[in-house]
């Protein structure tokens, strides 16, 4: 059973969306390398809003999530993001259809 998160991050100030920003950017290559059960992980800015980050991720099951938080290049990321995020919500997802991953479109 595929699992999806939507985490949507809202971040202090420019200085900081610019230090999370390069923690994003240091983290997802590994991500991309390490996590064949991380089947998508998209990292969107938000118009009109420069101070949010939403992320969209897909995880080929529960057990595949679970991999994935305890990487050490995960582990780094949620150790550091508390310096430039004021808040963030996180919303679990059942994906039950679609374009691609999904229904293979």
């Given at each position: 059973?595929?699992?999806?998160?939507?985490?949507?991050?809202?971040l202090?100030?420019?200085?900081?969306?610019?230090?999370f920003?390069?923690?994003?950017?240091?983290?997802?290559?590994?991500?991309?390398?390490e996590?064949?059960?991380?089947?998508?992980?998209i990292?969107?800015?938000?118009?009109?809003?420069?101070l949010?980050?939403?992320f969209n991720?897909i995880?080929?099951?529960?057990?595949a999530f679970?991999?994935?938080?305890?990487?050490?290049?995960?582990?780094?990321?949620?150790?550091?993001?508390?310096?430039?995020v004021?808040?963030?919500?996180v919303?679990r997802?059942?994906?039950?259809?679609g374009?691609?991953?999904?229904?293979?479109?």
């Amino acid at each position: 059973m595929l699992l999806g998160l939507s985490v949507r991050f809202e971040l202090i100030d420019e200085d900081a969306a610019a230090g999370f920003d390069d923690l994003v950017a240091r983290t997802l290559p590994l991500i991309k390398t390490e996590e064949p059960g991380t089947l998508l992980y998209i990292v969107n800015t938000v118009e009109d809003a420069p101070l949010s980050r939403v992320f969209n991720e897909i995880y080929a099951s529960p057990e595949a999530f679970e991999s994935h938080e305890r990487q050490p290049h995960v582990q780094t990321f949620l150790a550091e993001r508390g310096r430039y995020v004021e808040s963030y919500q996180v919303d679990r997802l059942r994906p039950t259809d679609g374009k691609g991953l999904i229904s293979g479109d």
